[in-house]
């Protein structure tokens, strides 16, 4: 079992910067792959950023060049660096892990274990 707890979420305007946090704690020694993904109310989970053990980094094109995904394995924390938002970065982003090896940014929102989620909120 891995437990995910997320923060540093809020409001911000448009063009301002988040970073969110997510402390991994339980069984991470096998985690093979972690990231985020974000859902909005009304809409379908999208699958916003991955990083594996070897700390390679896949992106979803709505995010490239504005986000960071990264992890401090010491620590056992991954973030999300969020710049220049956009109003429509508005969403309940959740951090998530798996032990599979297969895990694509499209399918971060299927991941096994996930956390209880941080607001977004950014204004125009």
């Known amino acids: 079992q891995v437990q995910l707890v997320e923060s540093g979420g809020g409001s911000v305007q448009a063009g301002g910067s988040l970073r969110l946090s997510c402390a991994a704690s339980?069984?991470?020694?096998?985690?093979?792959?972690m990231g985020w993904f974000r859902q909005a109310p009304g809409k379908e989970r999208e699958g916003v950023a991955t990083i594996n053990y070897d700390g390679s980094t896949t992106y979803a094109d709505s995010v490239k060049g504005r986000f960071t995904i990264s992890q401090d394995n010491d620590k056992n924390t991954l973030y999300l660096q969020m710049n220049s938002l956009k109003p429509e970065d508005t969403a309940r982003y959740y951090c998530a892990a798996t032990y599979q090896t297969f895990c694509p940014v499209a399918r971060v929102g299927t991941f096994g274990y996930r956390g209880q989620g941080t607001q977004v909120t950014v204004s125009s």
């Open positions: 339980g069984y991470t020694y096998s985690v093979y792959c």
